[in-house]
């Protein structure tokens, strides 16, 4: 079946450093997805991308549709204590309703 | 407004017992999907439906996983019997077709422990 290669497994940073993550896969998706879990929680949605190569922001957050379709890159600047938990990945084909998800990054931050 | 809500949050029960997990999606979507989330494989999606149809059940692990949604504002997922290697927390999340269709809202979670 379809994987999503999600790398760094783990993070461990200083408050204040700049965070890059990203995704890869075999297929082509038509949607990439950016979601993040707190402790506890679902995963809840961060960044939508729809276009190849498109570039969104959200806050401190900005997300990458890879211009292959096969890959997407999330990097948070400046990071601070709430940003510490697990980030998944996920996309979707054509036509398809589900998604196929990463096996996230564990994002840990050092005061 | 309320989000999906899950019960129970906490289950904890001996290995052959039955376990049913409740989903009650946010008002007005019209799909619904059941995950499993353990350490070693990560998010899997289990089944989802569609105007409480399920459209596919090709995730859920084996016979003794069932669903249902007999309306649109409730789901089940059932373990029988349970095994210890179903411990795992199970997320339920809804979304509304359309292209918002990728907002798929997740609720808490039940973590479930089969001794």
């Known amino acids: 079946g379809q994987q999503l290669n999600q790398s760094p497994q783990s993070m461990f940073i200083q408050e204040g450093e700049d965070v890059s993550m990203n995704c890869t896969s075999s297929?082509?998706?038509?949607?990439w997805l950016w979601y993040k879990q707190d402790p506890g929680e679902g995963p809840v949605l961060l960044i939508a991308?729809?276009?190849?190569?498109e570039l969104t922001s959200n806050g401190r957050l900005t997300a990458q549709f890879g211009i292959t379709r096969k890959d997407s890159f999330l990097n948070i600047s400046a990071s601070i204590p709430s940003d510490v938990g697990i980030y998944f990945c996920?996309?979707?084909?054509?036509?398809?309703?589900?998604?196929?998800f990463g096996q996230g990054t564990r994002l840990t931050i050092n005061p | 407004d309320a989000g999906v809500i899950q019960s129970p949050r906490h289950e904890v029960t001996e290995m052959g017992q039955e376990v049913t997990l409740r989903c009650k999606p946010i008002?007005?979507?019209?799909?619904l999907f059941w995950y499993r989330q353990t350490m070693m494989r990560g998010l899997e999606l289990l089944i989802y439906?569609?105007?409480?149809?399920?459209?596919?059940d090709s995730g859920m692990p084996e016979d003794r996983f069932s669903a249902k949604m007999p309306n649109a504002s409730f789901s089940t997922l059932k373990i029988q019997p349970s095994e210890p290697r179903d411990s795992a927390v199970y997320f339920c999340?809804?979304?509304?077709?359309?292209?918002?269709?990728?907002?798929?809202?997740f609720g808490p979670g039940t973590r479930l422990t089969v001794l």
């Open positions: 999340a809804s979304t509304l077709s359309g292209r918002w269709t990728d907002t798929q809202y």
């Open positions: 996920a996309g979707r084909t054509q036509g398809a309703q589900k998604l196929v």
């Open positions: 991308l729809y276009k190849a190569g």
């Open positions: 439906f569609n105007n409480n149809v399920p459209i596919d």
């Open positions: 297929s082509i998706f038509n949607t």
């Open positions: 008002s007005g979507h019209d799909y």
